[in-house]
């Protein structure tokens, strides 16, 4: 199982009586416009990735901007050059992270087995979250002071489960999953359950064996809505067995 890293690196400390940097009025107005030319795209860029890497190393709250500066070899006037603070900076690496899992949600193709469209569904959503999971947490963590992090984190939920919602209506009208369920009140509730276990699994440490998992959640889940009749027999067995190991630890 991957487990991410939480040791920190020491940092630089600012030299006693040595000023604190302070954005010009350029800077500031730089930051409102944003990089102009591809040479300060790319230095932006560099900050963003390197604020990723310390914020997964240290945490948000021991974070600082000389952690971040140090880990992208620059100088503090050019960190704010493109951000006022450690806040505007973890803004920038949430919202890269989210956009791209949103963008990873996305199929042209659907399966015509509503068995693989679920599974697919579910592996789609455990294959973004699995290499972003820490910054996912962190998310959470600064969502219950900043209003902005908690609507991000809501989004990518909202995105899994107005996918879910379309998903679910879709086989509904094929005559396939139960007509009578509520497909939005099914999504939410399905949603919780993939999201809070991808969460436990990658960010508390319960450890799952990923393909174990997948079964299950996709076997859940289609039963869930009505189709239980597409269930493959051996992912119903890999369901029972995953029963039987966690009964047996």
């Known amino acids: ?50 604020a990723r890497t310390v914020f997964e190393r240290r945490g948000f709250l021991d974070t600082r901007v000389a952690d971040i500066v140090a880990e992208a070899n620059v100088a503090q006037g050019t960190f704010y050059t493109y951000f006022d603070s450690k806040e ?18 996305h199929t042209h193709a659907h399966a015509d087995n509503p068995y693989d469209r679920v599974r697919g569904a579910m592996e789609r959503f455990v294959d973004s979250y699995i290499p972003n999971a820490r910054i996912i947490a962190l998310t959470e963590q600064v969502g219950t002071f900043t209003p902005e992090m908690r609507d991000l984190r809501l989004a990518l939920r909202a995105a899994f489960v107005d996918r879910s919602v379309r998903g679910i209506r879709r086989l509904q009208a094929e005559g396939v999953a139960d007509p009578g369920l509520d497909a939005l009140v099914a999504a939410e509730a399905l949603g ?45 067995q890999a369901h029972a067995q995953v029963h039987a190991t966690a009964d047996g630890s």
């Open 1 to 50: 199982m991957m487990m991410m890293s939480m040791s920190a690196h020491p940092a630089p400390s600012r030299p006693p009586g040595s000023p604190i940097a302070v954005a010009t009025a350029s800077q500031r107005q730089r930051r409102v416009n944003g990089p102009v030319t591809g040479k300060g795209q790319a230095r932006k860029a560099h900050l963003i990735a390197a």
């Open 88 to 105: 505007a900076v973890f803004q920038a690496v949430a919202h890269g992270v989210i956009d791209r899992m949103l963008a990873s949600l």
């Open 192 to 236: 919780s359950m993939v999201d809070h276990t991808c969460y436990v699994w990658l960010t508390l440490g319960r450890e799952f064996d990923k393909e174990a998992l997948l079964a299950t959640l996709t076997t859940v889940w289609a039963r869930a809505i009505g189709v239980d009749a597409w269930v493959p027999a051996a992912h119903a």
